[in-house]
């Protein structure tokens, strides 16, 4: 089994910045990829940035410019500095590990954290 832990989120002013960190543990031989998703409320999930094993990052168009995905993969952590924030990044951000395996014979399994809250305030 593989847990993921998120932490960082919290109440910020508009402009303000935070760091989101995610760390999985468990029976963890690889992870493909690991991101960051959020959801606001009455409104569907969605990717805010990834970022492969190799170091490739995805991010959300709104995103672009203001968030940095990051990752170490021998801790198995990734993070998200989050700055020039604005009320509409108010969201449940979730982390996820993509294609977690336990053996490199064994199959490729997605893990969702918790979700910690962020609030911008405008």
């Known amino acids: 089994q593989v847990q993921l832990v998120e932490s960082g989120g919290g109440l910020v002013q508009s402009g303000g910045s935070l760091r989101l960190s995610c760390a999985a543990s468990?029976?963890?031989?690889?992870?493909?990829?690991m991101g960051w998703y959020r959801q606001a409320p009455g409104k569907q999930r969605e990717l805010v940035a990834a970022v492969t094993s190799g170091g490739s990052t995805n991010y959300l168009d709104s995103v672009k410019g203001r968030f940095t995905i990051s990752r170490d993969n021998a801790k198995n952590l990734v993070y998200l500095q989050m700055n020039s924030l604005k009320p509409e990044d108010t969201a449940v951000y979730y982390c996820?590990?993509?294609?977690?395996?336990?053996?490199?014979?064994?199959?490729?399994?997605?893990?969702w954290g918790q979700g910690t809250q962020v609030t911008v305030s405008s």
């Open positions: 468990g029976s963890i031989f690889s992870i493909d990829a």
């Open positions: 996820k590990a993509e294609r977690v395996k336990k053996g490199r014979w064994y199959p490729g399994i997605d893990y």
